[in-house]
């Protein structure tokens, strides 16, 4: 099921990348296919990356990453090339491996095992020659039982029938932390149901966004087609989807709006939900997604958006709404479908990313068992891959930054003591998650078996869904992690006012437990620790209080001062140009530019406490422990996007392109002037009076 929580992660890389796992020991094979393909050292800080014909105080991305930029050209498969397709590269091998001799395995397992369902997953996903064979037959059921609707019950239920199996339809529905009571769940609503990336695709005047609307009519009347429609009838169905997502593009929310936590805060009691979306009958709905005790209340995120739902539900007729259906159907299974039905889904879908070609199928199959199955990889990545002296060294860094921050807060003198007060309770009940959980996920209930893997797919997502319905009022499980172990990210949950860092991201690039202090901190501390406590006191975060309830705890003319200074922030981004003639949307990217400029204050701080406290080393590669922080941070977004990808962030993604979150923090730090010996008037060193005064 998706978590409807607002998680506010480190950076934005398309699917969350798996790097690695191992549920059985790595066979001879595994060794010669690891030494045969075997991926470049990577470190934390390299200076070969480094292009010293840029001048550092004139363009610090390029000076710190030029050179590698230079010589590198992004795979065909992939939207953009760097950090993390490197960090998944070098762990996917291991991951192929372990995967094909579970697959292998399966005769010698008990079919109730973990390992024997994970290598079952598999298994069925690389069967390409039965997936060709089978070409739509696997859903066609599904299909039949869309077109079996006669009646807006009916309809209502078959809605909730294909959410269960994972489907994006209609709107969102889950558990979700209450943000008031953040010891419970509640049921929360939120808005959904769109086949294009972003709301603003539907609404937005214009040729650009004119052939976008007709490429997703045509596409979607090219799977129609494939599933057996006429030609005429597909092209009438796909007009019919355009026009009804068009209607629930025009009440969504858009996304700088939901940056703000009380915008989308709407609780309410079942009486209100029945007059807010009257026309859908709550409790049959509630019956068919297995949600089987009372409801007392709800949050609905979005009341606009599900009372124009409800009113389509009661007027748009049953045909277009079964067209609806269908094509999500189809479009949202279409992955594990036949080849036809791939490279169409493939094809359109490049229209955002730039890719050029598919992934290899075994990394589509490894990455979908990382989302589907993650913790029954995650346990044995840890064993394998993650020693307790790395887990040690790491929560070394992060407490220090974290001990960094506490002493920022304590000398901030825009702040109020009464604020004060409160900031400092909050980083002090601020969790931390490192590594892996404490408690692995139990998969007794999850059904696998062999045949057609999109059946498969649906059973996963059947048992997350099962996993956690009857949530609402029950005791949040603060144990829990919302990102699986072996993933290239991290993030900060307000809602549980905790930083969680998976083992997947505590490798080099990231860090390295045997790399120096400067190297680190700039990479571990400032790019990713400092820059998730930073969250928990972001525009969005700080509305949150130690315990995880939405509550303002800011004196008035503390708050009025921060929005005052994060407003500078905004200004600085909406100046830069992100892809062609499009600017960077300062106000959609303001958390994250927030994070990053704070992440590298406390980062900074943090190394030279540890300076102080372990000595100070001499020259490291010729540069000093402070510019090997810099540089740590700088090539930890080394990345090289497409400018399709570029083009699709402006309108969808809350992180700025990787240049500007290298250059943009960098020229507000008179530290990183003073490492680097820039001047005043130099293209990194802004104007005193322009830079933000927050963290």
């Given amino acids: 099921m998706l978590a409807l929580t607002s998680r506010i992660t480190r950076g934005s890389f398309g699917p969350l990348v798996l790097l690695g796992a191992v549920l059985v020991a790595a066979p001879s094979r595994a060794a010669a296919q690891q030494a045969e393909h075997a991926p470049p050292l990577i470190k934390v800080v390299d200076t070969a990356w480094?292009?010293?014909?840029?001048?550092?105080?004139?363009?610090?991305?390029?000076?710190?990453?030029?050179?590698?930029?230079?010589?590198?050209?992004?795979?065909?498969?992939?939207?953009?090339?760097?950090?993390?397709?490197?960090?998944?590269?070098?762990?996917?091998?291991?991951?192929?491996?372990?995967?094909?001799?579970?697959?292998?395995?399966?005769?010698?397992?008990?079919?109730?095992?973990?390992?024997?369902?994970?290598?079952?997953?598999?298994?069925?996903?690389?069967?390409?020659?039965?997936?060709?064979?089978?070409?739509?037959?696997?859903?066609?059921?599904?299909?039949?039982?869309?077109?079996?609707?006669?009646?807006?019950?009916?309809?209502?239920?078959?809605?909730?029938?294909?959410?269960?199996?994972?489907?994006?339809?209609?709107?969102?529905?889950?558990?979700?932390?209450?943000?008031?009571?953040?010891?419970?769940?509640?049921?929360?609503?939120?808005?959904?149901?769109?086949?294009?990336?972003?709301?603003?695709?539907?609404?937005?005047?214009?040729?650009?966004?004119?052939?976008?609307?007709?490429?997703?009519?045509?596409?979607?009347?090219?799977?129609?087609?494939?599933?057996?429609?006429?030609?005429?009838?597909?092209?009438?169905?796909?007009?019919?989807?355009?026009?009804?997502?068009?209607?629930?593009?025009?009440?969504?929310?858009?996304?700088?709006?939901?940056?703000d936590p009380a915008a989308t805060d709407h609780p309410m009691t079942m009486r209100a939900l029945d007059r807010l979306a009257s026309q859908v009958q709550w409790p049959r709905y509630f019956r068919s997604v297995g949600l089987t005790h009372a409801v007392a209340k709800v949050n609905v995120g979005v009341p606009d958006f599900l009372h124009r739902v409800s009113q389509l539900i009661a007027t748009a007729p049953l045909a277009q709404w079964k067209a609806y259906l269908r094509a999500h159907l189809i479009s949202e299974s279409a992955s594990w479908l036949s080849s036809p039905f791939v490279n169409e889904a493939f094809a359109f879908s490049s229209r955002f990313s730039g890719a050029k070609q598919l992934l290899p199928r075994w990394k589509r199959c490894l990455r979908e068992a990382d989302g589907d199955l993650g913790e029954a990889l995650g346990q044995a990545y840890v064993a394998k891959t993650f020693p307790p002296e790395a887990k040690a060294r790491a929560k070394a860094v992060i407490e220090d930054v974290r001990a960094a921050f506490r002493v920022r807060l304590q000398h901030l003198a825009w702040m109020s003591d009464t604020t004060r007060v409160q900031a400092l309770d909050k980083l002090d009940h601020m969790g931390e998650k490192v590594g892996y959980p404490d408690h692995w996920r139990d998969y007794a209930r999850l059904v696998t078996k062999d045949g057609p893997f999109v059946l498969n797919v649906a059973r996963a997502n059947e048992f997350e869904w099962r996993r956690t319905i009857e949530r609402p009022g029950q005791a949040v499980d603060k144990t829990e992690w919302g990102i699986t172990v072996p993933t290239v990210n991290a993030y900060y949950d307000p809602t549980k006012n905790e930083v969680v860092f998976p083992a997947g991201a505590l490798v080099p690039q990231t860090f390295d437990p045997k790399a120096d202090d400067g190297a680190n901190y700039g990479s571990l501390g400032g790019s990713w620790a400092g820059h998730e406590i930073t969250h928990g006191f972001d525009d969005e975060g700080r509305h949150y209080d130690a315990a995880g309830n939405l509550r303002?705890?800011?004196?008035?003319?503390?708050?009025?001062?921060?929005?005052?200074?994060?407003?500078?922030?905004?200004?600085?981004?909406?100046?830069?140009?992100?892809?062609?003639?499009?600017?960077?949307?300062?106000?959609?990217?303001?958390?994250?530019?927030?994070?990053?400029?704070?992440?590298?204050?406390?980062?900074?701080?943090?190394?030279?406490?540890?300076?102080?406290?372990?000595?100070?080393?001499?020259?490291?590669?010729?540069?000093?422990?402070?510019?090997?922080?810099?540089?740590?941070?700088?090539?930890?977004?080394?990345?090289?996007?497409?400018?399709?990808?570029?083009?699709?962030?402006?309108?969808?993604?809350p992180h700025a392109p990787e240049f500007w979150r290298v250059n943009a923090p960098l020229s507000n730090i008179p530290a990183f002037a003073q490492a680097f010996g820039c001047k005043s008037g130099d293209p990194m060193v802004r104007m005193r009076d322009s830079v933000p005064q927050i963290w």
């Avoid at 830069?576 to 994250?592: A, C, M, P, R, S």
Wanted: charged share 25%; proline share 4%.
């Fill in 552 to 653: 303002d705890w800011w004196q008035p003319a503390d708050s009025v001062h921060f929005s005052e200074q994060a407003e500078r922030i905004v200004q600085q981004f909406d100046g830069y140009i992100q892809v062609d003639t499009f600017h960077v949307n300062g106000k959609l990217t303001e958390g994250e530019n927030i994070a990053d400029f704070g992440g590298l204050l406390i980062g900074y701080d943090a190394l030279e406490r540890a300076l102080q406290r372990d000595g100070r080393p001499g020259l490291i590669e010729g540069y000093t422990p402070e510019q090997r922080f810099f540089l740590g941070y700088a090539q930890s977004w080394r990345v090289h996007n497409r400018p399709e990808r570029l083009r699709t962030r402006v309108r969808t993604d």
């Fill in 50 to 259: 480094i292009d010293s014909t840029t001048k550092a105080c004139n363009d610090f991305f390029d000076y710190a990453n030029g050179a590698w930029i230079r010589n590198d050209t992004i795979p065909a498969a992939y939207s953009s090339s760097g950090v993390t397709r490197d960090m998944s590269d070098a762990n996917e091998l291991v991951v192929r491996s372990v995967l094909d001799d579970a697959a292998a395995a399966r005769a010698q397992l008990p079919h109730d095992s973990t390992e024997w369902k994970l290598g079952t997953f598999y298994a069925s996903c690389m069967d390409s020659t039965a997936i060709e064979a089978a070409g739509i037959a696997p859903i066609r059921p599904w299909l039949a039982e869309i077109d079996r609707i006669t009646t807006r019950p009916q309809l209502v239920s078959e809605i909730a029938k294909l959410q269960v199996r994972g489907l994006n339809v209609a709107f969102r529905f889950g558990p979700d932390v209450d943000n008031h009571d953040a010891e419970h769940y509640i049921a929360s609503f939120f808005q959904g149901g769109l086949g294009l990336p972003d709301r603003d695709y539907y609404t937005t005047a214009g040729a650009s966004s004119d052939s976008t609307r007709q490429a997703y009519v045509a596409h979607l009347t090219r799977q129609f087609v494939l599933a057996g429609e006429s030609q005429s009838r597909a092209a009438h169905d796909a007009d019919q989807v355009m026009a009804l997502e068009t209607e629930m593009a025009k009440a969504s929310m858009q996304r700088v709006a939901m940056r």
